[in-house]
């Protein structure tokens, strides 16, 4: 069973560079047809798929956040980061790490297996 945990600063202040690691148990971030993702919830709103890596490292974003959105992976570690520059208070959110079967376009969030239990970060002065 795919078990997932995200790890950061719960604050971030604004302008300033939002970082993240999801650390994987249970599987091999190599492994083939696995594909790992970072998505997030502002308070009051729904879901926000950010973006993906795959199992070889190739990493699809959200157009809307590919300006200044990062996403790696250490395979020596078994995890995968998220980087989001330059942050205002918008991008306030419980931010979640989660895998899936299949790659994107995501017509809804059901197809991600596993989650992770989420994190809050607030951009604040």
């Known amino acids: 069973q795919v078990q997932l945990q995200e790890s950061g600063p719960g604050l971030v202040k604004p302008s300033q560079t939002l970082s993240l690691t999801c650390t994987v148990s249970?599987?091999?971030?190599?492994?083939?047809?696995?594909?790992w993702s970072w998505i997030r919830q502002p308070p009051g709103k729904g879901l926000e798929w950010m973006g993906t890596i795959d199992n070889d490292g190739s990493v699809y974003y959200s157009p809307s956040l590919k300006s200044h959105t990062s996403i790696s992976s250490d395979t020596s570690k078994n995890q995968f980061s998220l980087q989001l520059s330059s942050v205002t208070p918008e991008d306030t959110a419980v931010y979640y790490c989660?895998?899936?079967?299949?790659?994107?376009?995501?017509?809804?969030?059901?197809?991600?297996?596993?989650w992770g239990q989420g994190t809050q970060v607030t951009v604040s002065s």
């Open positions: 989660a895998s899936a079967l299949s790659g994107p376009p995501y017509r809804d969030y059901e197809v991600f297996g596993s």
């Open positions: 249970g599987e091999s971030i190599t492994t083939t047809s696995y594909y």
